[in-house]
């Protein structure tokens, strides 16, 4: 390494964690990123990708893969549980954003990231089974140490000039900074979430959210392969509220979901335009976890160390911003480190520049974010509505949706190129 330049260790081989090294790259900055599991594989379902984001994923060149893979949204509805609709908006570039919003499997998203950091960084620079154990700073650099998570044995004890922890909502690296923080918290809802290939709702590339605060569906379809045989591979969500005794456990990606435990909820269910009992019971898979998140937090940054993504602020998936907020994140720290010559300066101006935005996300999304217009006609209607609900006015409706896209950052005049 040539005197001057920087070198930074990434705890966390996730979707945050390899977007910040290819951010990083780009600016030439080096950087190595350790994963704890022994193998990255495609796992998970679907997330979307606002345009804030895509912005800057088409900065680093990724723009092309994903409208290789991933389907264009075009628009977003909230509907009540017998189909009648609440709002609709048009999203990405039918709402005359410059880019895509995009719904895609996070599998597909994470590989595509996976193959440009190994292509770019070095496939020697993003090591797997690789787990953070511990680290110790000086003034001039920070030393993280790696262990095997299943033998305890010290596998990598790494120097660099400074420390990103993206290593998820049950980050070992917040712990090491919080240790009596204890367990994400619960939010009363249980989720499980499936993929089912079937005939395609509404225009093929739509996203709706449908019922209440108690009892929720959502889905979109996020393949575009699908979209070329005339299918379409929904994501969905079946969301309800559950006792908090039945959600003691961590959200875990492998616990599978039975159809039994939230398909007769939504029995009476009837949106003209989808068959719900299909879209379950016709599912790929199902997985079931709870809906948590983590409390914000007063500090991220020490001295050479920084927190990143879902380990700095886990939220509710309401308004589904958690992964493009991780994204600004990596490319808002890579901007000012690049611009700085001091290491631990630019990582307090990362945490001014993003922590308080994050924290008012966190607290927003826990009050349902945009989705409370469902809750809002839940206890309004009177059940004299039309096809379209008249209980709550248009203009609620919009200054509601607004408000939570200026302050998420995608509304489009944040968004609007400069001139």
């Known amino acids: 390494m040539k005197q001057g330049e920087k070198n930074g260790i990434i705890v966390g081989g996730g979707l945050v964690g390899l977007t910040a090294a290819l951010a990083l790259h780009q600016k030439g900055i080096a950087a190595q990123v350790f994963e704890s599991v022994e193998e990255i594989k495609p796992l998970g379902v679907g997330i979307n990708l606002l345009p804030h984001s895509v912005v800057n ?16 949204t075009s628009s977003l509805a909230y509907f009540s549980a017998d ?19 995009f719904s895609i499997h996070r599998g597909d998203f994470h590989m595509i990231l996976l193959e440009h950091a190994r292509q770019r960084l070095g496939a020697e620079n993003i090591k797997s089974g690789h787990h953070f154990a511990d680290l110790s700073q000086s003034n001039e650099n920070v030393t993280a140490t ?7 044995d010290e596998k990598a004890r790494v120097t660099g000039d400074f420390l990103i922890g993206a290593d998820g909502i049950n980050s070992t690296l917040r712990q090491h900074y919080y240790p009596t923080e204890g367990a994400p918290k619960y939010s009363g809802q249980m989720l499980w979430r499936g993929v089912t290939e079937m005939d395609p709702f509404l225009d093929g590339r739509s996203m709706f959210m449908a019922g209440h605060n108690d009892l929720k569906l959502v889905a979109y379809p996020i393949r575009k392969e699908s979209a070329t045989r005339g299918k379409s591979y929904i994501n969905w969500i079946a969301e309800r509220r559950m006792p908090s005794d039945l959600a003691e456990r961590q959200g875990d990606w492998n616990e599978l979901g039975l159809l039994g435990e939230f398909q007769g909820e939504f029995s009476d269910w009837d949106l003209g335009w989808l068959d719900i009992q299909e879209l379950f019971e016709n599912a790929i898979s199902i997985h079931k976890f709870p809906m948590i998140d983590r409390d914000p937090l007063p500090k991220w940054s020490f001295e050479r160390v ?16 958690g992964v493009s907020q991780g994204v600004l994140d990596a490319l808002t720290f890579t901007d000012i ?32 974010g945009p989705e409370q217009v469902m ?25 509601v949706a607004l408000k939570y896209k200026k ?11 400069s001139k």
Request: proline share 5%; glycine share 8%; net charge neutral.
């Open 337 to 368: 480190l690049a611009s700085s010559s001091n290491i631990t300066e630019a990582l307090q101006a990362y945490e001014r520049a993003r922590l308080e935005p994050t924290s008012k996300i966190i607290l927003a999304n826990r009050q349902t």
């Open 57 to 72: 994923l088409s900065k680093l060149g990724l723009l092309d893969d994903l409208r290789k893979v991933a389907i264009e």
């Open 146 to 152: 790696f262990i095997d998570r299943k033998s305890g």
């Open 375 to 399: 809750q809002m006609v839940h206890e309004t209607c009177s059940g004299h509505c039309g096809p379209v609900h008249s209980c709550i006015s248009r203009t609620i409706l919009e200054d």
């Open 83 to 101: 189909g009648k609709t609440i709002w609709k908006e048009p999203r990405g570039l039918a709402a005359g954003y410059e880019v895509p919003q």
């Open 306 to 321: 920084t927190l990143m993504g879902d380990a700095a602020h886990a939220m509710y998936p309401n308004g589904s911003n």
């Open 407 to 417: 302050l998420a950052g995608f509304d489009r005049q944040s968004l609007a190129p």
